[in-house]
């Protein structure tokens, strides 16, 4: 989908990650009103009946700088809700917090599973998911990713971005896994510099994410920052790899601009313990705004990725203590579908561990 919705002028730093100004207005004012009379607006929130009242009691927080109450959904697994007041506006910002220890990341594309875009809870129920949050921003073919892409060998896109300064990285590889030899990636005809070694293939492609096999002296998930960490080495060292805009730098600086377009907001980002945080703002803001805010209500937050903004930006949570979605807002109160999601190319997703627990990472010394 035409990505309309972000801001309109680039940060005065090349190392700042923001969108280029619009060169086509009368196109992108023909996408804005076909969103507005055609995209859905209004969150789905049903929670399951069996969630215990501490759950459906969710703690909000109105003012900037109040710590965030959080409430454990599992073990390993915690939510918290802020309703945050914004410049221009109001609503709720959600943020899951999840423990590496207990629960591996997965990446679910429609280039690698096949079959057509699906709803965030259908891809929960399909792959047994506790979670599920955009993935990434797509190109108009409704698929390809717009950083790169990687799950194994299983590369949805073998391009660096040059724009894009930020990583998501998760599942470890064996410990003598090395630099790629040059093999090209899946599906692909140029070599990747950045995929496992070819040795190594059989378990980039084999391993589960959830096996228990992951090497102990990395992170069990990461979000690397382009400009602070050591980025060419550890790509090939990951089973799953997905390149975004920065939003909030390793050293904890916002560094989106301070005007641009106000949209809904799906990002993940990682705390001073190594958990990795998954954040979704109903309220239309920037960026920059939200970044922000998000400093002030969660000092431990450090380098954080933008995925995705506006009507298709989703988080939707599954578990047997709680079933909750939060989806994006375009202007409209027109339902795309029955429960208010739009079907996604691209996604990540939390599944418990079914292996011993390893120990958690913690925040990179600067």
């Known amino acids: 989908m035409p990505r309309f919705q972000l801001p309109r002028r680039r940060a005065a730093s090349p190392h700042k990650d923001s969108p280029p100004a619009g060169k086509h207005l009368l196109l992108r004012l023909a996408v804005l009103l076909c969103a507005v009379f055609f995209v859905p607006a209004g969150a789905c929130a049903s ?8 759950i459906s009691r969710m ?11 959080w409430i454990s959904v599992a073990q390993g697994l915690e939510l918290a809700e802020s309703s ?26 429609i280039s690698e599973q096949g079959g057509p875009p699906q709803t965030p809870s259908e891809w929960a129920a399909l792959y047994n998911l506790d979670a599920v ?30 724009r894009f300064g930020s990583f998501l990285v998760f599942s470890p590889l064996p410990p003598h896994a090395a630099a790629s030899d040059g093999q090209p990636p899946a599906g692909g005809t140029q070599p990747d510099p950045y995929a496992p ?3 190594h ?10 096996a228990g096999s992951d090497n102990q002296q990395l992170p069990a998930a990461d979000v690397l920052d382009r400009y602070a960490d050591d980025w060419q080495t550890l790509l090939p060292r990951y089973r799953g790899v997905v390149q975004n805009f920065r939003m909030i730098s390793a050293d904890r600086k916002p560094l989106w601009p301070e005007e641009g377009d106000s949209f809904s907001i799906a990002a993940i980002g990682k705390d001073t313990q190594g958990r990795i945080l998954f954040i979704h703002s109903r309220a239309q803001t920037t960026v920059r705004e939200l970044s922000e805010y998000l400093l002030d209500i969660c000092p431990s937050l450090g380098a954080t990725m933008y995925v995705e903004g506006g009507a298709q930006a989703a988080l939707h949570l599954s578990t047997p203590a709680l079933t909750r979605s939060w989806v994006g807002r375009a202007g409209s109160s027109f339902w795309y ?8 190319p691209n996604i990540i997703g939390i599944r418990k561990r079914s292996a011993q627990l390893r120990p958690a990472a913690t925040s990179r010394s600067r």
Do not use: K
Request: no cysteine; aromatic share 6%.
């Open 47 to 54: 929670e399951n009946a069996t969630a215990g009242s501490n």
């Open 197 to 199: 070694a070819a040795a």
């Open 201 to 210: 293939t059989t378990a980039a492609r084999n391993t589960p994410n959830d």
């Open 337 to 344: 579908s029955a429960t208010g999601q739009w079907p996604l």
């Open 133 to 162: 949050i955009n993935a990434s921003m797509f190109l108009p073919d409704g698929s390809t990713s717009t950083g790169y892409m990687r799950n194994g060998t299983a590369a949805n896109n073998s391009r660096i971005n040059q």
């Open 59 to 69: 703690a909000t927080n109105g003012t900037t700088g109040t710590p965030l109450h």
């Open 84 to 109: 945050a007041v914004f410049r221009d506006t109001s609503g709720t910002v959600a943020l899951l917090r999840i423990d590496p220890r207990h629960y591996s990341l997965q990446l679910y594309t």
